[in-house]
């Protein structure tokens, strides 16, 4: 067997034909390339190069030698590159439901932070309107937004959430300091957070009036409140971007606290797994951040 590294530096004097250049590319001295050209070709019984002047030229059984060589250390080359794949621990992936509001207004802008704490979990998020059984096939578990948590499930809360009419700059300007029933004659939206729970508190028992548009999305009530369509009753943590970016201006320093709250769900043996604990504590930090701007936001 011809040593490895002998038909390294056999190749690369050949493609270079120079052995202080072979050197360099191979961060070796000369001298090191030199010794093992003259290695091999004592191991073979025979000269690979013919030496012209300060360079090297192939001659016909170093010309033979190198079209084997490459085949062979391609071949070898390869296979360490798919055994280093093959060794590196793949990556776990933890399937998260959720509706496409939370994901879309809020998780997404934050996953990258996710990423960045946990390279080695992958989430593979799942969202849509319909809710998936957290535990069936398919979901491991589930961010959830209600009031009572689910049978036969693990479940904790990950925090209140606050209702604020919000509408777009050029809207809030007409409406920003109006008193809570001043607000009832400009267009409102609906969503899934009912204007009432918000007008109560304010001392407000008048009818309220037909909406302009309704949504069961509250990412969509959100676009339609920044295309000025009309005021809109947000909740808080999906807003927050949107209120720090300028699309969306707060009416009032009136919060009312949501009857709902978000929920971390999953089965008993699922809530064991390290991957879903540590999305737990990072839900939890991030959350609390994201509370402590919006706080900022609304005074």
């Given at each position: 067997?011809?040593?490895?590294?002998?038909?390294?530096?056999?190749?690369?004097?050949?493609?270079?034909?120079?052995?202080?250049?072979?050197?360099?590319?191979?961060?070796?001295?000369?001298?090191?390339?030199?010794?093992?050209?003259?290695?091999?070709?004592?191991?073979?019984?025979?000269?690979?190069?013919?030496?012209?002047?300060?360079?090297?030229?192939?001659?016909?059984?170093?010309?033979?030698?190198?079209?084997?060589?490459?085949?062979?250390?391609?071949?070898?080359?390869?296979?360490?590159?798919?055994?280093?794949?093959?060794?590196?621990?793949?990556?776990?992936?933890?399937?998260?439901?959720?509706?496409?509001?939370?994901?879309?207004?809020?998780?997404?802008?934050?996953?990258?932070?996710?990423?960045?704490?946990?390279?080695?979990?992958?989430?593979?998020?799942?969202?849509?309107?319909?809710?998936?059984?957290?535990?069936?096939?398919?979901?491991?578990?589930?961010?959830?937004?209600?009031?009572?948590?689910?049978?036969?499930?693990?479940?904790?809360?990950?925090?209140?959430?606050?209702?604020?009419?919000?509408?777009?700059?050029?809207?809030?300007?007409?409406?920003?300091?109006?008193?809570?029933?001043?607000?009832?004659?400009?267009?409102?939206?609906?969503?899934?957070?009912?204007?009432?729970?918000?007008?109560?508190?304010?001392?407000?028992?008048?009818?309220?009036?037909?909406?302009?548009?309704?949504?069961?999305?509250?990412g969509l009530l959100l676009q339609a409140a920044e295309s000025g369509l009309g005021i809109a009753l947000a909740r808080g943590l999906l807003?927050?971007?949107?209120?720090?970016?300028?699309?969306?201006?707060?009416?009032?320093?009136?919060?009312?606290?949501?009857?709902?709250?978000?929920?971390?769900?999953?089965?008993?043996?699922?809530?064991?797994?390290?991957?879903?604990?540590?999305?737990?504590?990072?839900?939890?930090?991030?959350?609390?951040?994201?509370?402590?701007?919006?706080?900022?936001?609304?005074?």
């Amino acid at each position: 067997m011809l040593p490895l590294q002998t038909l390294r530096a056999f190749r690369q004097a050949a493609q270079t034909q120079n052995l202080r250049a072979a050197a360099e590319q191979l961060n070796l001295t000369h001298g090191a390339v030199s010794q093992q050209i003259r290695l091999l070709e004592d191991r073979l019984g025979l000269p690979l190069f013919d030496r012209v002047g300060r360079g090297l030229r192939l001659n016909a059984a170093g010309t033979a030698l190198l079209s084997r060589v490459q085949q062979a250390l391609a071949l070898l080359e390869a296979g360490e590159r798919e055994a280093r794949a093959l060794g590196q621990a793949p990556q776990r992936v933890l399937r998260l439901s959720m509706l496409p509001s939370v994901a879309q207004c809020w998780l997404l802008p934050r996953l990258s932070r996710w990423q960045r704490a946990h390279p080695g979990w992958r989430l593979a998020i799942d969202a849509r309107q319909t809710v998936a059984e957290v535990l069936g096939p398919g979901v491991d578990v589930a961010i959830r937004y209600g009031q009572q948590p689910w049978e036969g499930a693990v479940a904790q809360s990950l925090g209140f959430e606050c209702l604020v009419p919000v509408a777009s700059p050029s809207l809030a300007a007409a409406l920003r300091g109006l008193a809570p029933a001043d607000l009832l004659r400009f267009p409102m939206l609906e969503g899934t957070a009912s204007w009432a729970l918000w007008m109560q508190p304010a001392g407000v028992l008048e009818p309220l009036p037909e909406p302009v548009a309704s949504f069961n999305d509250a990412g969509l009530l959100l676009q339609a409140a920044e295309s000025g369509l009309g005021i809109a009753l947000a909740r808080g943590l999906l807003v927050l971007d949107r209120l720090r970016d300028g699309r969306l201006l707060p009416l009032h320093t009136l919060q009312v606290p949501s009857p709902r709250q978000y929920w971390l769900v999953a089965s008993a043996p699922t809530w064991q797994r390290p991957e879903v604990q540590a999305l737990h504590a990072w839900l939890l930090v991030q959350l609390a951040e994201s509370e402590r701007e919006l706080a900022g936001l609304l005074t």
